[in-house]
């Protein structure tokens, strides 16, 4: 999916298998997942996400925090160094291509 070579998310959705190859009944344990997951279930068969890949200067990389201190994310710049498409969807691809044919009208 990473690499822009699937047009689709699996039908199945996500299915992991413990690293022992049985279930694991144990809540806190750090295991992957044995059953998929409600967000894998709603993705499934469904056509894959547009995808960039940005690439930013170390400055560039600011990190978000909550009200209580803990890492969310990062804050995207508005100036990235470069941003390569991974994977665009055909309306993606039809919305650019409009855009571009526009700006060499001028408009």
């Known amino acids: 999916m990473l690499s822009g070579a699937s047009a689709t998310y699996r039908a199945g959705g996500v299915i992991?298998?413990?690293?022992?190859?049985?279930?694991?009944?144990?809540?806190?344990?750090?295991?992957p997942a044995t059953a998929p997951t409600a967000e894998s279930q709603l993705r499934a068969g469904r056509t894959a996400d547009d995808w960039d890949a940005w690439m930013l200067s170390t400055p560039q990389y600011e990190l978000r925090r909550d009200a209580h201190g803990r890492a969310v994310g990062i804050q995207l710049p508005s100036d990235p160094k470069r941003i390569r498409r991974v994977r665009v969807s055909a309306e993606r691809k039809r919305a650019l291509d409009l855009?571009?044919?526009?700006?060499?009208?001028?408009?």
């Open 16 to 31: 992991s298998r413990h690293p022992a190859g049985r279930p694991c009944d144990n809540p806190d344990c750090s295991c």
């Open 99 to 107: 855009v571009a044919a526009l700006l060499e009208l001028g408009a």
